[in-house]
């Protein structure tokens, strides 16, 4: 399922989720025009055993590895990736913020990026793949859509559905989500997919949201809904 469209109106104009997105395509643009992806992957990605070790596996990073849990949020191994992390973000990034207020989430957007990337590398280092980068936006935009279905559940998302286009309770279309990463990790992994960032920003999202949505939010006449 391809979600196209939600029905929840917003307050004020969703800064933060513009700039993100703005900062993505700037970073991917950056990418083509430098060294290329492949390289630019291993200079600002997160790679497990520099994490780890706190030692550079490529000589040319573009900042210390522990500072690269930042970068890696930012790029993209292509154009269909940052594609698909940029249409779950405009859909779902501009409520989330509205809820949160600017400040807010944009501590809530890293944070769920960072925690994403930890649960990633710790993955990775029980499987023995300590070398193998790891780029996208994704672990922090799961965390979005955590914070949208505790916040929002019974909002409606026009939904592409195998041929046919559909509104769908958001509680389908996400939790419908997140129970397809966990089968696939049950499955044995998608190769080159982080499935255990997704899952890791995805729990810090649903943790972090009460915390950070003022008390009383409210969406123009749709109360939060603290599921």
């Known amino acids: 399922m391809i979600p196209l469209h939600d029905d929840l109106p917003i307050r004020r104009t969703p800064v933060v989720t513009w700039l993100l997105l703005a900062l993505n395509v700037g970073a991917f643009a950056w990418q083509l025009l430098g060294d290329g992806i492949p390289r630019s992957v291993q200079e600002g990605g997160v790679i497990p055993y ?14 210390p590895p522990p500072l690269t ?4 949020m930012f790029f993209h191994g292509g154009l269909a990736h940052l594609g698909s992390n940029l249409l779950f973000l405009w859909i779902f990034g501009n409520n989330v ?10 501590a809530f957007y890293l944070l769920c990026g ?9 993955a990775s280092a029980a499987s ?6 790891m780029v996208g936006a994704s672990g922090a935009i ?13 909002a409606r998302i026009l939904t592409l559905a195998f041929v046919f286009v559909v509104w769908l ?17 049950v499955g044995g992994g998608v190769p080159g997919v982080a ?9 810090a999202g649903w943790l972090l949201v009460r915390r950070l949505v003022p008390p009383g939010a409210e969406r123009a006449g749709l109360p939060l809904t603290r599921a």
Not at 97 to 106: L, N, Q, T, Y
Not at 114 to 122: F, G, H, K
Not at 176 to 184: A, E, P
């Open 50 to 63: 520099e994490i780890l070790t706190f030692q550079d596996v490529w000589p040319r990073d573009l900042v």
């Open 69 to 72: 849990v930042f970068t890696a």
């Open 97 to 106: 913020e509205d809820a949160m207020g600017r400040p807010r989430f944009v």
């Open 114 to 122: 960072v925690a994403a990337a930890i649960v990633q590398v710790l």
């Open 128 to 133: 023995g793949s300590l070398e193998v980068p």
């Open 142 to 154: 799961a965390g979005i859509l955590a914070a949208y279905l505790r916040l929002f559940p019974g």
């Open 169 to 185: 309770p958001a509680w389908i279309v996400l939790g419908l989500w997140i129970l397809g990463q966990l089968l696939s990790v």
């Open 195 to 203: 499935l255990f960032a997704h899952i890791g920003g995805f729990a």
